[in-house]
């Protein structure tokens, strides 16, 4: 009773969220004005099959497409909540990092934004609203004409190292979120390349040739899945049983989808795990996500972490929207 539960939970919650979307989708908008509310950077309205897919699972009993974009800020609102995923069941999953393509371009003029320069406040709001620090004058000072090189690029590196360019796209997100780096630049997608210890060669060979096919074919895939935002994240256990979480949303939504289609699936308590430790697993952590790893809020996280920054032991960068510790 309890997996149908909450089978019936999220499949109503994913039904509303899809008549709420094909409603906002009959205006065309920008794909960088995210909506807090839902959580979701919307693609504008185009065409897309929704094609019944079978994901099969590799190594473990589930499995996750997940949807995203570099600057999806929607989806940096929500590394908090993947990253205590991965502590807590990462033995139970494994995901398969998609590229959207978020900003073909700049042919938009709705929703209130119609030049780079009007992204700028929406990113310092969703900062605010997510509690993930955001400096939306990137906009302003070096802004991004696509979004396109950057997925590209996360392809590219997805041909050397999975696991790398995992690192990879975190290390372009900071860059861009907190030091306003136009990742669609080589010079600022090399240097997050040769920080997550990628093949810079490789990379650019890649880069310039077989990557554009594969972020072809994340495109055409997210087509036929139905994808009009970002995050969408597709759970499935093999067995055509098969879930949709779209959008941020809490913790609970996520452990939910994986615990129905995987009731075995044992939690790993994370709670009270030495600080130090944790940035042994991940080396940089915002406030926010290490109060949702910890189940605490995020005012007594940043007591914590700010105690071992005076201590010496950590190191911080500051930016207007919050800060964001690694080991010294």
Partial sequence: MKILSLLLILICSTSCQSQTHSKMNENKTNPLLCDPVSGTCEMPAGETSNENIAIKTENKPVKIIYYTDPICSSCWG?????????LEYGDYFEIDYRMGGLLPDWSYNSGGISKPADVAHHWDEASLH???????????????????????????????????????????R??????????AKWENIAQAAKLADLDLVKLKKDYDGDAKKLFEEDLKLGKSLGVRGFPTLFFSDGNNNQLTVYGSKPYASYENALQALFPEAKKKAFLNENTMSLFEIYATLAPKEYAVIQDISVNDATIILEELFTKGKLNKKTIKNGSIYFIK
């Fill in 78 to 86: 929500i590394e908090p909540q993947l990253r205590k995923l991965k």
């Fill in 130 to 172: 997510y509690e993930m620090p955001i400096d939306g004058d990137v906009w302003l000072e070096d802004p991004l004409d696509s979004s396109y090189p950057s997925c590209i690029a996360m392809k590219a590196a997805q041909i050397q190292s999975k696991d790398k360019a995992v690192k990879f796209m975190r290390i372009l």
């Fill in 174 to 183: 900071e860059k861009l979120y907190l030091e306003k780096k136009n990742i």
